[in-house]
């Protein structure tokens, strides 16, 4: 019996700010969520669990492939997918947002991905870090509490190299800092969107402005950051002070991988992205391929001319991002590149 890749797919999509996105019509977010069975045989399920991280019970989405029901002594990888500001774990299953898992579904039928599971949970507005006054621990919810749990739940395969982790706006940043941390536990990485705070403290470009989207920001940020951000938390957090000063060749990873298997990274930003009105999205993201670039690190950077910001930037280029994050599964890889 073919083993089949289990990936969840934990990918932080969407930074959705309330009134900001007229152009797309429908709610952001499933209200009394059930489960979705999807043409192909894939099915998405509504799950909650304890994390001690937080102090409460986690809700998550969990996208099962066509195969996982079909071949029940099969495991298979896991891509964990982060959500964004003001969305939650059934955002990504939204027509609003492109009904990515029906998406996944056809994919996979179509043999265009390997099967794999997608992990979506729901880190409220938590930017995916741990509070700054330690009573909300979101990042560590998603590295420890949450990857145990689906790990000794869910016929996955519990090892790095069946393991990824992705994220759009808000969970971009959230993907790429949480992996950069941990990449012992993660073959790769992805940021859609991410968003890249350039400076010792970012709240300088928004919070003295009365500019609706900067008061979202404000509310957003100051629990997590403090409000001027406290530097040594904002240092400890910030994906451009982890990619100047973090060992992203691991010597967990060296030792127990080899060269060949170090950390993959991928980040992508779209030049029609609403964000740079607010501070300098752009900037940020590319001081931090130069970054990476300058360390010899090596990574995909994608520049999408005219690409929109948040989900549709991730559905227009779902299948290239989702097979990134599984090509260690299927054995595909992405060439670097940086405009397209």
Known sequence: MKTAGLIALAVNIGFGVVGLEAAQEGPRRIQNPQTITLPGGA???????????????????????????????????VVYFLHGLWNDDTSWAVARYGDIPAQLDDLMIKGELPEFVVVNPNGENSFYTDYLDGTHNYEQMVFDDLIKHVDSTYRVIADRQARALGGVSMGGYGALKIGMKHPELFA????????????????????????RMSQYLVHALEPVYG????????????????????????????FAYGTADRLKIFFAYGTADRYNHAFPLAAGIKDLDETLTARHVPHVY??????????????DHLEEVA??????????????????
């Open 188 to 211: 790769a990485i992805a940021g859609v969107s991410p968003i890249v705070f350039p400076g010792d403290d970012p709240s300088e470009y928004f919070r003295d402005s009365s500019s």
């Open 43 to 77: 099915r998405v399920e509504f799950k909650h669990f304890h994390s001690p991280a937080i102090g409460k019970d986690a809700d998550y989405s969990i996208f099962f492939p066509p195969a996982y029901d079909k071949e029940p002594s099969a495991r298979f990888p």
């Open 302 to 315: 994608r520049v999408y001319e005219n690409g929109p910001h948040g989900w549709q930037l991730v559905v």
């Open 227 to 254: 409000m001027p951000f406290d530097k040594k938390h904002w240092h400890e957090n910030s994906v451009l002070w982890l990619a100047r000063n973090e060992d992203l060749d691991h010597v967990k990873i060296f």
């Open 323 to 340: 097979k990134f994050l599984s090509q260690s599964f299927s054995g595909e890889a992405v060439a670097p590149s940086t405009t397209k």
